[in-house]
């Protein structure tokens, strides 16, 4: 049975933390409901388990013709990591969120199992990977296939004025709402959107149309 150094296993645990955290710090900076630590947690125990499974039993002696199997303990990993993804996914309305949030758990487990291993290349190489598709290979996405942008506003009502007008007039510019949050009381009603936008550059005619009505206060954007 293998035995390994107590420096290498801060090396490995170190590499499981330190790429995990890379993926989650870009989460986090998106408002993801799973970030920075939630990412590193998860890289950090598929490490672990991944040491435990191939170096703990080094002190079992097994015989008879009993093999000991180092994958035993870590393949569980692969159907475990799918209840926290599951946690991560939200609906909303007709819409779906946080799927691409499970989906970055998911591979945080395989890069915390490769790092665990001692499989740096791979680890590496898969961070970096993640990392181009859900910053650069998102923007190039809504640039060529032409998807909609989904922003949150933030609507200040009058006194005592419903919503009816602010949904037609965005239903007006073609914009889908995918949900919203009536807030406050009869007298500073607030109304926070999640709009999906069809094209860019019409954040402004957004706020200009919303404005222009009398019911409104003020609008701002949310993010």
């Known amino acids: ?13 170190g590499v ?13 900076l998106r408002e993801r409901e799973a970030g920075f630590r939630t990412h590193l947690l998860v890289s950090v125990g598929a490490a672990l388990f991944t040491l435990v499974s191939a170096y703990a039993w080094r002190d079992f002696t097994f015989g008879h013709g009993v093999t000991f199997d180092p994958t035993r303990i870590a393949a569980q990993i692969v159907t475990g990591i799918g209840f926290l993804g599951a946690g991560a996914i939200i609906r909303q309305g007709v819409s779906v969120r946080g799927l691409t949030t499970a989906a970055t758990l998911w591979v945080v487990a395989a890069i915390g199992m490769a790092s665990g291993a001692g499989y740096y290349t791979a680890a590496v190489i ?27 506003v933030d609507v200040e009502l009058r006194a005592r004025r419903n919503a009816a007008p602010v949904l037609g007039a965005l ?3 073609g914009v889908a709402v995918d949900a919203f949050v009536l807030s406050g009381d009869d007298r500073e009603p ?12 019409r954040q402004e005619e957004i706020m200009l149309r919303l404005g222009e009505l009398e019911e409104v206060r003020g609008v701002r954007w949310v993010r």
């Open 16 to 28: 499981a933390a330190g790429l995990g955290g890379a993926i989650g710090i870009e989460r986090e």
């Open 1 to 13: 049975m293998p035995d390994l150094a107590w420096w290498e296993i801060v090396v490995r645990v």
């Open 171 to 173: 239903e007006a510019l």
């Open 190 to 201: 607030r109304l926070e959107l999640q709009l999906d936008i069809p094209h860019e550059g």
């Open 126 to 152: 898969t961070t970096v990977v993640v990392l181009v598709s859900l910053w650069p290979l998102r923007l190039l996405a809504y640039r060529v296939l032409d998807r909609p942008q989904r922003r949150v």
